[in-house]
Every structure is written in C-alpha cells, then in structure tokens.
C-alpha cells in the first residue's frame, strides 16, 4: 500500500487513481499505474511531501484479523522484509513500514517527471491544484 503522507499538517491519504490531497493542501499524489506500483506526487512544499509505503505482506492479514499473537506478526514481519531488491527489505529499511522523500525510489515520480498522462487530467487542470512555488 502507498500512502501520501503530509509533514505540513501530519495527513495520511491512502492512493487512488485521482488526485488525493492532505488536508492542508500542501501535498497531493495519485496513482499513475496501480498495477505497476507507480505513482506521482506534487506539492507546494516540497520539503514536506513523503510517500508511506506499507507492504501489503504483513498489512493485508493483519487486517483480515490472520495475525492474532506477537509471533504471529513477528513471523509476517520477517517474511515481509525478505524482499530483495525492495526498499522493506532487511538490508535496507528492514521495516515492513517506510517514511519516503518523493524521487528517492523509481516507483515515485514528482509529476513533472512522470510520464504524460492519457487524457486532461494534468494537475495543471484542477483549480485545487498546488502552484509550482515550491521549495526543493
């Protein structure tokens, strides 16, 4: 699962294929191809845009009520972070929770970045859109 998450006002926004704002509208993201994993992010102030990534191995059957005892989730959260190649992976993050600055991994793209859209939906287009006087 991938999440914005807000360090203006502390909002988390679960992604979907419109654009999700905070609260405060200083961050905003979407989708861009769910299937792939693929999302892009804009904000007014950048500094203080992140993704949360939460992988789906441990949070799915802790939702369906699969985990009930500490071992249980011990055992999800090792198999969720033998993931090669991943940032939940336990030479890296070793967490089955990451905090993201936007750009930082190849799944997630400032919108300018990501690859032009099919149709009128830029983010240019909404008036709720943020303005490009963002810091860096």
């Given at each position: ?23 405060c ?55 969720a ?40 939906d ?15």
């Open positions: 699962m991938k999440a914005l998450l807000c360090g203006a006002c502390g909002d988390i926004q679960a992604l979907q294929t419109d654009w999700r704002s905070c609260r509208g200083n961050t905003k993201a979407r989708w861009t191809d769910p299937q792939r994993g693929l999302a892009e992010f804009d904000g007014l102030d950048r500094s203080k845009c992140y993704l949360l990534g939460l992988n789906n191995q441990l949070l799915v059957p802790a939702m369906l009520g699969e985990l009930g005892i500490w071992e249980d989730f011990r055992a999800a959260h090792d198999v972070t033998d993931v090669p190649h991943h940032v939940f992976d336990k030479t890296r993050a070793g967490c089955w929770a990451v905090v993201v600055k936007v750009g930082r991994t190849s799944d997630v793209k400032w919108v300018e970045d990501a690859a032009p859209s099919d149709g009128d830029s983010p240019s287009a909404p008036a709720s859109a943020p303005s490009r006087g963002h810091a860096e």
